[in-house]
Antibody, heavy 121, light 111 residues
Framework: EVQLVESGGVVVQPGGSLRLSCAAS????????MHWVRQAPGKGLEWVSL????????YYADSVKGRFTISRDNSKNSLYLQMNSLRAEDTALYYC??????????????WGQGTMVTVSS | QSVLTQPPSASGTPGQRVTISCSGS????????VYWYQQLPGTAPKLLIY???QRPSGVPDRFSGSKSGTSASLAISGLRSEDEADYYC????????????FGGGTKLTVL
């Protein structure tokens, strides 16, 4: 079964750091680009970041550029999001999603169930 | 304010046909594919339409997508109660270094 399972979401203080993980199974992980997408409570979807199949290309939303870093370990079938200088507006459910292709410019065809990040003092 | 513009709400009665619009610009919808995602209450989003008008395996043919210029539409025919959900359009945007953009979402209510 194709599956994505996120972890690492917690309550963290403003200015703090956090690393999210996404474990992939059921497909050849290193054939596909991967994304992080977030959803603030009661709000819509916001794309956060994208990494190509080999980690050679990464893209970020302006709202997180310079603070968040996406990475992957293909040997562990895992995707990561290092989040620094966290702000209240980063509070959201964070989803990892698989792309249709290796570059990251096609459909998000598989989604995890999300991990909740709350930034609060 | 989302880069892609959708109506915040839509509604219809069982059996009806409803459409949801998505408006963008030349750097996103005007030059790239449009995708639609369905989010049922309390669940993760699910891919509904890809590359403007293609349905993934398992998506009923009651759902269809179209694109014209810098706008796109999702049509749902034979509306059913289980279609009540939030619907999001998305597209790649070529401006700057490139990034994905979503619409603000449309909450569909089946009356």
């Amino acid at each position: 079964e194709v599956q994505l399972v996120e972890s690492g979401g917690v309550v963290v203080q403003p200015g703090g750091s956090l690393r999210l993980s996404c474990a992939a199974s059921g497909f050849t992980f290193d054939d596909y680009a991967m994304h992080w997408v977030r959803q603030a409570p009661g709000k819509g979807l916001e794309w956060v970041s994208l990494i190509s199949w080999d980690g050679g290309s990464t893209y970020y939303a302006d709202s997180v550029k310079g603070r968040f870093t996406i990475s992957r370990d293909n040997s562990k079938n895992s995707l990561y999001l290092q989040m620094n200088s966290l702000r209240a507006e980063d509070t959201a459910l964070y989803y990892c999603a698989k792309d249709f292709d290796s570059r990251g410019d096609d459909a998000f065809d598989i989604w995890g169930q999300g991990t909740m990040v709350t930034v609060s003092s | 304010q989302s880069v892609l513009t959708q109506p915040p709400s839509a509604s219809g009665t069982p059996g009806q046909r409803v459409t949801i619009s998505c408006s963008g610009s030349s750097s996103n919808i005007g030059s790239n594919y449009v995708y639609w995602y369905q989010q049922l209450p309390g669940t993760a989003p699910k891919l509904l339409i890809y590359r403007n008008n293609q349905r993934p395996s398992g998506v009923p043919d009651r759902f269809s997508g179209s694109k014209s210029g810098t706008s796109a539409s999702l049509a749902i025919s034979g509306l059913r109660s289980e279609d009540e959900a939030d619907y999001y359009c998305a597209a790649w945007d070529d401006s700057l270094s490139g990034f994905w953009v979503f619409g603000g979402g449309t909450k569909l209510t089946v009356l």
